[in-house]
């Protein structure tokens, strides 16, 4: 049995989805922390992602799916076995960000020597002061931390996707702590165990597989074999694709994986440059 540790919150969703393609369909999530997996060798456990790593580290998990931020501010000692940049509403990393108010005198961080600063990201907050000789009051912040200044503290450390909310709240961004994406972790003991090390290289190669189908799509076309030449030099787009001859003297079938977002501008050229059959269909995972 191996032992799985996947977040609440909001990246309780995308992940779940992530999951699904790569074949494993949970559910029950939403009346217990316990739900149900359709695989009998995978137990799963949803945890705050803040607490995921630590638990990891001392073998309560034997993996878990997390973000690189919070494995850096709990200082945890895991096997990082892969990373994939994906979140609720968009696939770029999140940033943790130092945030003042816009009118605030605070232009640097040398500038918060001294002051009070609202995160819940305290570890990491600390540290990164510290790098920079800068002795600040760190307060652990439950939520809504955004309010806080400049009537509670004088900056945050908050993270964000879009950075939308800190201008709503009429903050400013003074410096980027860190970039996080979300990371597959692994006890290194359960990583030392052959059965568990087997279990773990499939489980991240399948979700690997399903990262690598985001916004991908297959086209399948057959084409005058005289324009090959042609339509590769049209459109770039289209590397590498496979090729098979048909039955048909003078026509060869192409098949290529392609983003989803040029498949409206490439299937009017593919016609036009004589294109038949052509077919768009959904990929559930891309292994490279």
């Excluded at 049995?1 to 995308?14: A, D, I």
């Excluded at 977002?261 to 294109?275: N, S, T, Y």
Aim: charged share 25%; with cysteine.
């Amino acid at each position: 049995m191996l032992r799985v540790g996947l977040p609440t919150g909001s990246l309780q969703e995308p992940t779940f989805a992530l999951f699904a393609k790569a074949g494993f369909h949970i559910s029950g999530a939403s009346r217990s922390y316990k739900p149900t997996v359709d695989d009998p060798e995978l137990q799963i456990r949803l945890l705050r992602a803040q607490e995921i790593s630590r638990y990891v580290e001392h073998g309560f998990l034997d993996c878990g799916l997390t973000g690189k931020d919070w494995i850096e501010n709990n200082g945890s000692d895991v096997a990082r076995l892969s990373e994939m940049t994906f979140s609720k509403t968009s696939a770029a990393p999140t940033r943790w960000v130092i945030a003042v108010p816009e009118d605030s005198a605070i232009k640097t961080v040398q500038d918060l020597q001294g002051k009070v600063i609202a995160t819940e990201a305290v570890e990491m907050t600390r540290r990164y002061l510290g790098q920079h000789g800068v002795t600040a009051v760190v307060e652990f912040s439950w939520g809504a931390t955004e309010v806080k200044v400049p009537d509670l503290v004088d900056a945050i450390v908050d993270v964000t996707e879009t950075g939308s909310s800190l201008r709503a709240n009429k903050l400013r961004i003074l410096e980027t702590i860190m970039e996080s994406s979300p990371q597959f972790i692994a006890n290194h003991t359960a990583f030392a165990d052959a059965w568990k090390k087997a279990k773990l290289e499939k489980l991240v190669l399948l979700l690997e597989g399903a990262y690598n189908a985001r916004d991908k799509v297959g086209l399948k076309m057959n084409l005058p074999e005289l324009r090959l030449g042609e339509l590769l030099e049209t459109l770039p787009a289209l590397r590498n694709p496979t090729i098979g001859k048909l039955a048909v003297e003078g026509w060869i079938a192409i098949e290529v994986i392609i983003d989803e977002k040029i498949v409206r501008e490439i299937i009017p050229q593919l016609k036009e440059l004589g294109a038949e059959g052509i077919i768009e269909y959904p990929l559930n995972k891309v292994v490279y």
